[in-house]
């Protein structure tokens, strides 16, 4: 069974506004800060809002869980909070009932771990909690993500060869609008017939993986994210549809399938 997911103290405090993490030492050293009963003097001390009671002098300090939500975004709908008239947000498809929790336990707003484009279906991430979405995008994590990539021109068996040669080394990928030319990270491409494939990167640039194929030929017909690290699209949700990610379940958006992965009690948010 997967390790719970857990936060450090002086995070969870200074995000929930009981002290700043200058003032946790000494909020340590003079008041009882008790999880489970065991009094804490580490700042670094790692919790788990769902399972652990945590008091101070004796009065139990009720912190809600965060909102964690996967949902398989449908195309036609954007990232955005505001509706643009043509398309319809993303946040319109989520139950009210989650935004009243937020406001009611005084919680972050809910926003979206990154973004798909308008047109691009799949796993999209929600979250309260801003250090944890701020980690799973930081680079230094190099957290994996993989796409269900339809082509419109379908490739030789050469030619296949060639994009994972390519793509596992790194493109030169062209300028396009404002966004100006980069040398993608090493991706990982495993091909599914001559005209789909998997792309796997690490990275979340504009339009990456549609700027990819572009230059090395080929036009992207068809886009879908099915996995964050090691955490799958849940194939049972239709488009548009959502639901929570357990506990058991957040520590597999840090992992990656054939490599070491951090243990959960090693992720630090940044900052800490």
Sequence with gaps: MEELFKERLDTVFTRRGITT????????QKHNVSINGNRILESGFRINLESDKIFIDGKQKILAPDIFLMMNKCRGTICSTKDSGLYRTVYSLIPESYFEYARKNSLQKIHTV??????????????TNGDFSHSLAAPNFHVKKTYFVQLEIPETKE????FIKNFSAGI???????????FSKPSVIKWNSPDSCFLTITEGKFHQIKRMFAAMGNKVAFLKRTA???LQLDKTLLPGQLREISQNELPLLFKSEGTTPKKNSELQFPGE
């Design 159 to 162: 030619r296949q060869q060639e």
């Design 114 to 127: 990154g973004r798909l484009d308008t047109d691009t279906e799949g796993l999209l991430i929600f979250t």
């Design 172 to 182: 030169l990928v062209p300028p396009e609008k404002n966004e100006k030319e980069f």
């Design 21 to 28: 993490h200058r003032r946790i030492r000494r909020l340590l």
């Design 228 to 230: 964050i690290g090691e």
